[in-house]
C-alpha cells in the first residue's frame, strides 16, 4: 500500500483512505485537530484546566503547554483566546526564579508590575486582554491551555495491520477524521494509543477512536466484527 515511488497511483479504497500520488518525499503534517504555524502544531484545549492538569493533557496527546519563544509566537496564540491562557512557566522548584520548559530565548513579556512575588503565584498566564502580556498567577485556577507538538511524518499504512472489526471497552478519546490514514497519524502522535478504530456511518461522517489497548489484551467479547463492510476499521501495529 505504501513504499514505492509511484508518480501517478489512484487507490480507491475506503480502509486506506487516499486519492492522489505517492511521493518519494515524506509529507510533514499535523494531526486532524491541529492548527499548524511555523513549522509546528498548535491546538486549543477544550475545557479550562488548572495549570499542572493542563500541562498533562498537552503531554498525553504528545506534546507541551506552550510557552512562547518570540513576539511573534506570542502574538500567535494571542490571536487564539479572548481569556487568560496559561503557558509552560512557572517559579514552583525555586521561588521566583523563573522557568519556561522552551527555548524562551530571553522572550519574556511581563504586565507592568509582574511577577508581583506574591508566594503563592507560581505559574505564568498570559492575558489576552492586556495584549498578550503574562502575570503570574495561582496554578489552581483554570484557565485556557494551548499544546504545541512537532509536525509528524504521514503514517505509512504498510506499518499498520487492518482489520474490519472493532475493539471495544479501551476508547481514549474519539476525534472526527477523514480517512484511516489520518486516524493511524493521529494514534502515532499521542503516546498513549496502542491501537485504533474507525467508524464509518455511511453518511460520510467517520469517526477516530483512539484504543489504550491492543485486541489481544481484550476479552474476547471485546473485539468485534464489522456486521456491514467497513463500517469499523481496527488498525494495530
Request: net charge negative.
Amino acid at each position: 500500500m505504501g513504499g514505492f515511488c509511484l508518480p501517478s497511483v489512484l487507490l480507491i479504497l475506503f480502509t486506506i483512505g487516499m486519492s492522489s500520488a505517492h511521493s518519494c518525499k515524506p509529507q510533514m503534517l499535523c494531526p486532524f485537530g491541529w492548527e499548524s504555524w511555523d513549522g509546528s502544531c498548535y491546538k486549543l484545549l477544550e475545557e479550562t484546566e488548572a495549570w499542572k492538569e493542563g500541562r498533562l493533557k498537552c503531554q498525553e496527546m504528545g506534546g507541551e503547554m506552550v510557552a512562547p519563544s518570540s513576539s511573534e509566537e506570542n502574538n500567535y496564540i494571542l490571536s487564539k483566546t479572548i481569556d487568560y491562557l496559561w503557558i509552560n512557566c512557572n517559579d514552583l522548584e525555586n521561588e521566583w526564579q523563573w522557568d519556561c520548559t522552551s527555548d524562551s530565548d530571553g522572550h519574556w513579556n511581563w504586565n507592568a508590575g509582574e511577577p508581583n512575588r506574591r508566594i503563592l503565584e507560581n505559574c505564568i498566564a498570559l492575558m489576552s486582554i492586556r495584549s498578550g502580556n503574562w502575570v503570574d498567577h495561582q496554578c489552581s485556577e483554570e484557565f485556557q491551555v494551548i499544546c504545541k507538538g512537532k509536525m509528524v511524518e504521514h503514517t505509512n499504512l504498510k506499518q499498520w495491520r487492518l482489520l474490519a472489526s472493532c475493539l471495544t471497552g479501551h476508547t481514549l478519546r474519539e476525534i472526527p477524521t477523514t480517512n484511516v490514514r489520518a486516524c493511524a497519524t493521529v494514534c502515532d502522535y499521542d503516546p498513549r494509543c496502542r491501537s485504533f478504530n474507525v467508524l464509518h456511518f455511511g453518511t460520510g461522517e467517520r469517526i477516530c477512536q483512539l484504543n489504550s489497548g491492543t485486541r489481544y489484551e481484550a476479552d474476547h467479547t471485546q473485539f468485534v466484527k464489522s456486521k456491514k463492510p467497513f463500517s469499523c476499521i481496527y488498525g494495530e501495529r
